[in-house]
């Protein structure tokens, strides 16, 4: 393969790891009835006027599989990641104790946990629509290649190796999705 086709597979590799990777971030946030720090990943605190990460502003910890306690670096911090937690709407009540926060992770009922796994399924579709359009990206970008003097042997190539990668990534993203289901259906 040229030097040309090489660099277009590469980029395509790249980009449907990073859309694997993005979509393993992703189903963290799903609960699934045990507690996890990443249930709190994206959540925005009002510090001193600005818009903070809660990861930013305390040590977030899990004790057992059904707490997550928050203990900020000011006391005065308290009242305001109570207030964010609570506008968030995440499906829990933050208990303030004075000293840190105590979120006790409540056990999803059947039908929420269907609505998780819903949720999971639409995260991995849209994971297997990025991992598609980079194949397109790639497949134009040989046409392109080819138009321009590369051998179209490289090309069919290229197509080929970026199908097999595509394959690949759908793959892994069906067993990520299968393990999730699993995690969460399991009381």
Same mark, same amino acid.
């Given at each position: 393969m040229s030097e040309e086709?090489?660099?277009?597979?590469?980029?395509a590799k790249g980009g449907m790891t990073i859309v694997l990777n993005f979509f393993d971030k992703?189903?963290?946030?799903?609960?699934?009835?045990?507690?996890?720090?990443? &249930? #709190?990943?994206?959540?925005k605190v009002d510090y001193y006027g600005n818009p903070t990460?809660?990861?930013q502003v305390g040590n977030i910890s899990?004790?057992?599989?059904?707490q997550i306690v928050i203990q900020p670096w000011e006391?005065? &911090? #308290?009242p305001v990641i109570e207030k964010a937690i609570l506008a968030a709407n995440l499906g829990f009540t933050p208990?303030?104790?004075g000293e840190f926060i105590r979120i006790v992770v409540p056990t999803p009922t059947e039908e929420r946990r269907k609505e998780f796994v819903k949720k999971a399924k639409q995260e991995a579709e849209q994971a297997k629509v990025s991992i598609r359009n980079l194949r397109r990206t790639a497949n134009e970008t040989g046409k392109k290649l080819k138009d321009s003097g590369t051998p179209e042997?490289?090309?069919?190539?290229?197509?080929?190796?970026v199908q097999k990668a595509t394959d690949e990534y759908?793959?892994?993203i069906d067993k990520i999705l299968v393990a999730k289901e699993k995690e969460i259906m399991t009381i």
């Open positions: 086709t090489i660099k277009c597979l590469q980029t992703e189903l963290q946030k799903i609960r699934a009835g045990k507690a996890s720090p990443q &249930m #709190l990943e994206g959540l990460s809660i990861e899990t004790p057992d599989a059904r006391r005065s &911090m #308290l208990q303030n104790t042997d490289d090309v069919k190539k290229l197509e080929t190796e759908i793959e892994k």
